[in-house]
């Protein structure tokens, strides 16, 4: 399996400094390579919290969000694993966060018998499939959807999922299994 | 092999197209350059959070040791009588030791924390001496801006009609060659000259400093408060300059501020309106928040002053107020021929900004709208140019290929 590793696929090309000489200039307080780091993950987290089904008019919040606190957690970024897997970590932890208050908003919404406004739809996605996939991942479970974007969205391979969601690879396949079983049940019903 | 790959029905099929699609969406440019701007004002170095826990550690146990000290001090011990400080003398040998000199390839921020200095080199033999909590910026030219702290800059003799500039906040140092230092203290600048002379510049004006002088920013009432004694000649300058590098003294006019004599002399007294409190400056993203607040109340013309005064500063808040205030212009107050200029004069004062690809894009769409075709045509052909990798090169390929129709070009 021709799995594309992250730091291929969100780290810059060769040339550029690397992630531990971003890191370790951000940590002198270099802005211009906090730019650089900026740039190099930007779309990844985009993307990854796009496909973990926060709306899209919260998604530059929570991008921010996630930068904000890879920015704080800096310091305490030893190198023991890739930049990217660390990023990934932070933006799931968030990921989750969000989706959590936002499904609590939802219910006091419910409870308060209003119904919740429909997300509006993001001018910069105009792929039907594009938003029928999002609703029903969103449908999946926070572990089993999280698994999911990351092997088959974001293009991990299982070893670092397994040191993201801090689980054992068997609990990852097993995950992941799962989902693409629900994901493909839902696609035939067409539940979306 | 992908999952769903190749698909069994319809149903996998599309589903695998979904994966895909999802695969290859990102943020869009706007976005991207957006959020950034909301970020780029983080502060200048992430939080320790370890040495922070340490110090409290090391407190804690200092805290622990002097009450257990209390307890077992023996009672019939007699009192120790006062005894008179020796005053605070600056130890040579417990300083910091002065690292080799560094070349620190521009554009760089270089941070010194406590207990840590750094000496760089600077363009034109020049080179810097950075103290503890200094932080310096040294451009792609190889010229350094103080931000905060205290640092000395050692200046070679430069050849005839050659300056050595060097920047703190609003104002530029102008030497032929000399030695200073640059301290960084709350929101004031100061000057002192050891050797050669300074010229202190602030659009056009300028204060000169011979050797052995000081000069303090105005609105700097601390630093004028503590009277200093004169240096002898031979030793260094000292310039001093607000933190941020943004000065609250730059709400103030500049007439006033470089108008008013100055300290030429440590002993000689403050100029009174100099000791006046600088007014309360507000953070830009707050600004920026009130003129998007005012602009969704329906008061263009109320944002649009915000915006300008805010485009007025620097940094990445300043852009995106020049940015922001052209599109206030065009889809508001519809003048789009206004716009036009908002975001050409953006182009002209951030060539390589973080919104130009937006701006060029601005201008293209209002062109486009106002039909002024062959202008369009060639802001089309020179965003294709300038933006090469751009995610919407694909659609200005369209519209210059419509726009070439129009204009009955092949």
């Not at chain 2, 200093?228 to 003294?249: D, E, K």
């Not at chain 2, 369009?376 to 020179?382: D, G, K, P």
């Amino acid at each position: 399996m021709n799995r594309r590793s992250a730091s291929s696929s969100i780290a810059g090309s060769s040339g550029q400094p690397s992630d531990r000489e971003l890191v370790g200039r951000c940590r002198l307080g270099d802005t211009v390579a906090w730019r650089a780091l900026y740039d190099r993950y930007a779309s990844a987290v985009y993307r990854f919290v796009a496909a973990l089904g926060v709306p899209a008019q919260e998604r530059e919040d929570a991008a921010q969000e996630i930068f904000v606190a890879v920015y704080r957690s800096l310091e305490r970024f030893r190198g023991d694993a890739q930049l990217s897997t660390w990023v990934y970590r932070i933006a799931a932890r968030h990921a989750a966060r969000l989706g959590r208050s936002r499904r609590l908003r939802e219910l006091l919404g419910a409870l308060a018998l209003r119904e919740p406004a429909p997300p509006p739809p993001d001018p910069s996605e105009r792929a039907a499939d594009l938003h029928t996939l999002d609703r029903m991942i969103g449908r999946l479970g926070a572990k089993k959807r999280t698994v999911l974007v990351l092997f088959e969205i974001e293009g991990l391979d299982v070893d670092k999922i397994a040191d993201i969601v801090g689980c054992p690879s068997n609990t990852v396949w097993s995950r992941l299994r799962h989902a693409r079983a629900d994901l493909l049940r839902m696609a035939r019903r067409g539940t979306t | 092999m992908r999952w769903l790959h190749p698909p069994g029905d319809s149903v996998e099929a599309a589903l695998r197209a979904g994966l895909d699609h999802a695969r290859a969406r990102t943020s869009n440019e706007v976005a991207r350059r957006r959020l950034w701007t909301r970020l780029a004002d983080l502060p200048v170095s992430p939080p320790q959070p370890k040495a922070r826990a340490m110090r409290l550690a090391v407190g804690a146990i200092f805290v622990a040791g002097l009450a257990g000290a209390l307890l077992v001090w023996p009672s019939g011990a007699p009192p120790v009588a006062p005894t008179q400080q020796p005053a605070p003398v600056e130890a040579k040998g417990t300083e910091p030791e002065i690292p080799l000199r560094r070349i620190v390839e521009g554009p760089a921020l270089v941070r010194t924390r406590a207990r840590e200095r750094a000496e760089i080199a600077l363009r034109d033999g020049a080179h810097a001496d950075l103290e503890p909590n200094s932080v310096l910026f040294v451009d792609a030219d190889q010229r350094g801006r103080i931000q905060r702290g205290r640092v000395t800059l050692s200046v070679p003799r430069q050849p005839e009609g050659k300056r050595f500039a060097a920047f703190a906040g609003p104002y530029l140092i102008s030497v032929l060659g000399t030695r200073f230092h640059v301290r960084v203290a709350g929101d004031s600048v100061g000057v002192d000259v050891e050797e050669g002379a300074v010229e202190v510049w602030r659009a056009g004006r300028a204060v000169h400093i011979a050797s052995g002088e000081s000069w303090t920013s105005p609105f700097s009432a601390r630093a004028r408060s503590r009277p200093r004694a004169r240096r002898p000649r031979g030793q260094q300058i000292t310039l001093v300059h607000g933190p941020a590098g943004l000065p609250s003294a730059l709400s103030a006019p500049l007439s006033q501020r470089l108008s008013e004599p100055v300290g030429r002399h440590p002993a000689a007294p403050a100029a009174p309106a100099s000791s006046a409190p600088a007014p309360a400056v507000r953070p830009a993203t707050e600004v920026f928040k009130q003129a998007q607040v005012t602009l969704a109340d329906g008061h263009p013309k109320e944002a649009l002053d915000l915006l300008e005064g805010l485009a007025r500063g620097h940094g990445p808040a300043a852009e995106n107020a020049a940015y922001e205030a052209g599109r206030v212009l065009r889809d508001h107050l519809r003048k789009p021929r206004q716009a036009i200029g908002v975001w050409t004069l953006y182009r002209a004062r951030f060539p390589a900004g973080i919104l130009r690809a937006e701006t060029d894009l601005s201008i293209l769409e209002t062109l486009v709208a106002l039909e002024e075709n062959e202008r369009a045509l060639a802001e089309a052909e020179a965003f294709l140019r300038r933006h090469a990798d751009s995610e919407r090169r694909g659609e200005v390929e369209r519209a210059a290929r419509r726009l070439r129709e129009r204009c009955g070009l092949p």
